[in-house]
Structure formats: C-alpha cells, structure tokens
C-alpha cells in the first residue's frame, strides 16, 4: 500500500466533509495500524490534530506509549504541539509530505495567540515576553507531588 497517497486521500475527504486539511497514518511492519484526520472543526476541541488523535489510537491498541517500531506519515510539518507528541511517542522515522512553507499561500490558521510562522520565534522568548499572558503562583507543595512521584517509581 502507497502509505503517502493513503495520507493525502485521509486528508483531502476531510477537507470534503467541511474538516482541515491534515492527515496521519500510522504504518507498523507494513501495515496502517492507526490514522485520523484532524477532527478540530467537528469536535470542536483544539487539541484534536490528526496527529495526536492517531498516536492515541495506536497508543491504544498497542497497549504502550512507545511508539519505537512505527513510522508515521503525515500531510505536513508538525504544529508544536503535534512535534511534541511525535517526541514524545517516539516513533522509528516521520515521514511529513509538504511543508509550513509550501502551504502557507492556500491554509491560515486563526488563533489569538498562535500564528505558525511566528511560532517558534515565540516560543524561544522568556516567558514574560510572550504573547500568550502567562504567570506563576509559586507554592511549594507543587514539588511534593513530584518527591512523591519519585518514591512510587524508584527503581
């Protein structure tokens, strides 16, 4: 099976159906174990990229979060979100067919504070420079959660 073609079919029914034109299949051992379109415009939940929602079902069915033995198609270069997933499944290779820039005349996304040319450049501000209001409330049992995450854990 054409992996990449399947990718950009999932992707252009979805933009069909009123959806975004983003697309993930998830391949193990030759064979799709896992594939989303992105489903923001139907559910309405900013976090439900193609990406993500396809990590969680193969995630799901293989009972791991380790990701190690797939590779993972996707239309387009990951949004930072979706690239902290790809790390963070840990996925054999990513295979991304277009790119920010080569799509960039035809999709503008509209967030308040998210723009995808500016992203990354925002994103390595100190936090106080941000566009996004950001602030702590420092309280110092915050860490005994992690100390007693630590105790559970220790190997």
Same mark, same amino acid.
């Given at each position: 099976?054409?992996?990449?073609?399947?990718?950009?079919?999932?992707?252009?029914?979805?933009?069909?159906?009123?959806?975004?034109?983003?697309?993930?299949?998830?391949?193990?051992?030759?064979?799709?174990?896992?594939?989303?379109?992105?489903?923001?415009?139907?559910?309405?939940?900013?976090?439900?990229?193609?990406?993500?929602?396809?990590?969680? =079902?193969? +995630? /799901?069915?293989?009972?791991?979060?380790? $990701?190690?033995?797939?590779? &993972?198609?996707?239309?387009? #270069?990951?949004?930072?979100?979706?690239?902290?997933?790809?790390?963070?499944?840990?996925?054999?290779?990513?295979?991304?067919?277009?790119?920010?820039?080569?799509?960039?005349?035809?999709?503008?996304?509209?967030?308040?504070?998210?723009?995808?040319?500016?992203?990354?450049? =925002?994103? +390595? /501000?100190?936090?106080?420079?941000?566009? $996004?209001?950001?602030?702590? &409330?420092?309280?110092?049992? #915050?860490?005994?959660?992690?100390?007693?995450?630590?105790?559970?854990?220790?190997?």
């Amino acid at each position: 099976m054409d992996f990449v073609k399947r990718t950009i079919e999932l992707a252009l029914k979805n933009v069909e159906e009123g959806g975004r034109p983003f697309a993930t299949v998830i391949v193990r051992n030759g064979e799709i174990i896992a594939e989303s379109p992105n489903l923001v415009v139907q559910t309405h939940d900013p976090t439900a990229h193609a990406e993500i929602l396809a990590i969680r =079902e193969a +995630s /799901k069915k293989l009972q791991t979060e380790h $990701l190690t033995d797939c590779e &993972i198609y996707i239309l387009a #270069s990951p949004c930072p979100m979706c690239l902290g997933s790809l790390y963070y499944c840990s996925p054999k290779k990513v295979i991304y067919i277009t790119t920010r820039e080569d799509y960039a005349p035809y999709y503008k996304d509209n967030r308040k504070y998210f723009e995808l040319n500016t992203f990354y450049d =925002e994103y +390595s /501000k100190p936090i106080e420079e941000r566009r $996004l209001p950001m602030v702590q &409330i420092k309280n110092e049992d #915050s860490i005994k959660v992690y100390q007693r995450w630590s105790e559970l854990n220790e190997t």
